[in-house]
């Protein structure tokens, strides 16, 4: 039997409020445009609840979410562990005068748990993080460029962004140097051409870019990054941003068999509380002393206290071997139901953060209408960015998704018999 | 944050090229070309674009090379003296033609003030609805065209373009004309009708919409979170290629 179709009143309605008061209603990531909503009325807008691995719409829609809120949803949607952990904290302090303990002992935890941590530093959202990342290693060279890996993301923060970017300055970005990635040759090429002028090399851990397939570091890739940062005096900052604590609870670099010099979490260390962390090695602990770097809310003790849960919980399940089984687990349903019905289903980068594209056309426009099929049957994927698995996914939960995607991948080969 | 050469290239080919469109949608406009003589005027701009203009039984074609039979030749000596043509501090001096300097004073600029009489309209006129559509469509056709001289001339426009990967993206206004982009090596070309098959699309649901985008009125990001503006396909184009949008006003204010 065909599954209900969702409808999304209430969230046009509250658009429209948005709209009035909000520039474009739903800014960033999480809104229509930056996430790619295609078409827009197949996708909901404002959410009421969420629980486990679902959240639930103002329009009572039920959707299996495989965006995790774009990361931070890494145990389940209100966990009882974390959100105790936090609850309890603030009955007793949050926001103080004099920081809590708290924050001693997760960077106690980080610096046993994260392989190349030997201090911490606490922030609130990832740019935060590579953004101080990026000042310390200026500060500890005293050079002014940073090398970037082609499909980056590292934030908002001007330097982040480029030079076509409405607000940027050609100043902003006047030190960037763009090399592709798993690309050593040209970052030795470049390092050649900026003889003592690089302050620092920044990755994601494996090139999980918009829009393309996600591509893993080549055999020896890392190493030899690693071999150039250490001859050439550059700081090698990993943003663990997105990927950290769901491949290695000791950080992706460790993963892929490198030692970063300063690595960036936030999204997964607290399960949606808002924290974020710059981790690095002893010998430029003192350089962060000596910025200038706060902010109101960084030292909030309730966010400590859930990444300390966090952290906890996923070393006590295994959490990224349970992310690789799981994301593994759906990622041959999904390309079995692709092939069933005649569709190629690419699924790219690590099981825990998985990237689907549709290959039967080069405009994404066959992928576009699938994931719009799959998120109005309940099971929310989007079209341009890699997902996220988290623990508290059943295979029953993708078991469902696979029965909806085989559904959708129908739907969309009865709109095309020109593919038959 | 502008430069005097890519403003030429859209002056020559977004704005003068842009004639093509008004005698196809005014009468106004054929009707002055119509039971005359065939003529054609080569603009010569050194470092800068060159074209040829011919105007024949009551239409305007542009091509973007100098035609060696052109019946008038205007050479210009740099970027800067040939955008003092478009906003009215040059006067033209021909190398070849004078005798048919009243073609130029008299039917081209009747032509060209009428374009921009559409293009710099009057808010009353705006109220009658033919005005309102031919002066939105060819509103329309000039910025679809001066995208692609920004992506290949604008340090910016070159910078987003080199993000753009290969393919047709459309460009339509539901009710209205269609343009296409093509992308061929991080280069851009723009023919003023829709693709045979996009990569990617931005449709625009109305002509009133279109307008207000145009004028600054709306914003598109918000237009897509109500389904006025429709996005689909290569999406990484159609982010460029609104990078590429954000500087048509630089130009064109």
Known sequence: MAREINKYDKSREWFKRAVEVIPSGVYGHLGPAEGCFIPVDAFPLFSERAQGAYFWDVDGNRFIDYM???????????????????IEQLKKAN??????????????????????????????????????????????THRKKIVFTKGFYHGVAPWTQKIDYPGVLPEDVANNIYIPWNDADAFEKVIAENEGEIAAFISTPYMHGNFVDNVLPAEGYWKRIRELCDKHGIVLICDDVRCGFRLDLAGSDHYFGFEADLICFCKAIANGWNMSALCGKEHLKSVVSGITYTGSYWLSAAPFAAAIATINKLKAIDGPKMFKEKGTLLAEGLKAAAANNGFDLIVSGEPALFYLRIANDDSLMLHQEWVAECVKRGVFFTNHHNHFINAALTEEDIAETIEVAEEAFKVVKRNHPELQ | MTDAKTLAYINMYAVLGTLENLCELDPKASALLTNKKPISIAFDVKGGPVATITFKNGKCRMVDSILPDADIKIPFSSPEKFNGLIDGTVTPIPTKGFTKIPFLLKDFKKLTDLLSSYMRAEPEK??????????????????????????????????????????????????????????????????????ENPRAVMEFSSIRLARDLFDGKVNAVACIGDGSIRMRGMISMVDNLNRILDRVGLYLA
């Open chain 1, 68 to 86: 995790c809120a774009y990361g931070p949803n890494v145990l389940g949607y209100g966990d009882p562990d974390v959100d105790n952990a936090a």
């Open chain 1, 95 to 140: 926001c103080t005068t004099s920081p809590s303990y708290k924050m001693v002992e997760l960077a106690e935890l980080l610096v046993d748990t994260v392989h190349s941590a030997d201090w911490a530093f606490f922030a609130k959202n990832g740019g935060d993080v590579t953004t101080l990342a990026i000042m310390t290693a200026r500060a500890a």
């Open chain 2, 126 to 195: 705006l109220e009658d609805e033919e005005f309102f559509r031919i002066s939105t469509s060819l509103m329309f056709y000039t910025i679809c065209v001066a995208v692609a001289q920004i992506g290949n001339n604008d340090e910016i426009g070159k910078f987003s373009a080199s993000h753009m990967v290969d393919g047709d993206i459309m460009i339509s206004i539901a009710d209205g004309p269609a343009a296409t982009v093509r992308v061929r090596n991080h280069r851009l070309v723009t023919i003023k009708k829709a693709p």
